[in-house]
């Protein structure tokens, strides 16, 4: 019992520094949401439990998680749903190039991959860095106002398909391909370097068009002159 408490526990501090993280990267408060990001939070920790424990899917894990994001950001914090995929993919993305980093450090300090496992000692000493370091880069965000601003405050509005949003699609579907075969390529097959560099590859790239996005889109009146409605 106490090991499956740990566990929640863990798993939900580590989904609320991939959802601070995503709402600080497009400059969505924290204070108003702190209710759904932690309930959230929960909730997410129950479904990988369900797929680490219950089920033992550890490969799948990371094809069914980020769809299970895409739907809370859509329903729970009530963003448009082109816009919650944008949102989905950057945080998990963010938050997979980030934590991958703490994982060659343990491993140059001389904790190899194969010893951080769920439920040990190694594993809860990854999470606890992992999530100091993510929340720590989110509050620095929210602190200096660093962030995109083209994703709107409300559950609807046109999106027009074509130019830079179609750009911004594909690549987001690009990085859902990628998220969805790396822990099979970090975990089963053992390709950690290959991993990083394909995951980063494509936040880099996303970053950059999300750049230009904010760009084209700024203008009197648009939410990135602050923080929007609970700014």
């Given at each position: 019992?106490?090991?499956?408490?740990l566990f929640?526990?863990f798993s939900s501090?580590?989904?609320?520094?991939?959802?601070?993280?995503?709402?600080a990267?497009?400059?969505?408060?924290?204070r108003?949401?702190?209710?759904q990001v932690?309930?959230t939070?929960f909730?997410?920790?129950?479904?990988?439990?369900?797929?680490?424990?219950?089920?033992?899917?550890?490969?799948l894990?990371?094809?069914?998680?980020?769809p299970?994001?895409f739907?809370f950001?859509w329903q729970?914090?009530r963003?448009?749903?082109f816009?919650?995929?944008?949102?989905t993919?950057?945080?998990?993305?963010?938050?997979a190039?980030l934590?991958?980093c703490?994982?060659?450090?343990?491993?140059l300090?001389?904790?190899?991959f194969s010893?951080i496992?769920p439920n040990?000692?190694?594993?809860?000493?990854?999470q606890?860095v992992?999530v100091?370091?993510?929340c720590?880069i989110a509050l620095?965000l929210?602190?200096?106002?660093?962030g995109?601003s083209?994703?709107p405050?409300?559950?609807?509005k046109k999106?027009?398909l074509?130019?830079?949003?179609l750009?911004i699609?594909l690549?987001?579907l690009?990085g859902?391909?990628?998220?969805s075969?790396s822990?099979?390529l970090?975990?089963?097959?053992g390709?950690?370097t290959l991993t990083?560099v394909s995951?980063?590859a494509?936040?880099?790239?996303?970053?950059y068009?999300?750049?230009k996005?904010?760009g084209?889109?700024?203008?009197p009146?648009?939410?990135g002159q602050?923080y929007?409605?609970n700014?």
């Amino acid at each position: 019992m106490i090991k499956v408490l740990l566990f929640l526990l863990f798993s939900s501090l580590e989904w609320m520094a991939l959802i601070m993280l995503a709402l600080a990267m497009f400059r969505f408060p924290l204070r108003g949401n702190v209710g759904q990001v932690v309930f959230t939070s929960f909730l997410l920790s129950l479904l990988s439990y369900f797929v680490f424990r219950t089920m033992e899917i550890n490969a799948l894990a990371t094809v069914l998680q980020p769809p299970a994001v895409f739907l809370f950001f859509w329903q729970m914090f009530r963003i448009h749903y082109f816009y919650a995929a944008i949102v989905t993919i950057y945080g998990y993305l963010g938050f997979a190039v980030l934590q991958l980093c703490v994982y060659f450090a343990f491993d140059l300090s001389g904790i190899a991959f194969s010893e951080i496992v769920p439920n040990t000692f190694a594993g809860y000493l990854l999470q606890v860095v992992s999530v100091s370091l993510i929340c720590g880069i989110a509050l620095l965000l929210y602190k200096y106002r660093i962030g995109y601003s083209f994703v709107p405050d409300y559950a609807y509005k046109k999106v027009v398909l074509r130019g830079l949003n179609l750009r911004i699609l594909l690549l987001v579907l690009a990085g859902y391909i990628v998220i969805s075969f790396s822990n099979l390529l970090f975990f089963s097959i053992g390709f950690a370097t290959l991993t990083f560099v394909s995951l980063a590859a494509v936040l880099g790239i996303l970053l950059y068009l999300a750049l230009k996005k904010d760009g084209s889109d700024r203008r009197p009146g648009h939410r990135g002159q602050g923080y929007g409605r609970n700014g």
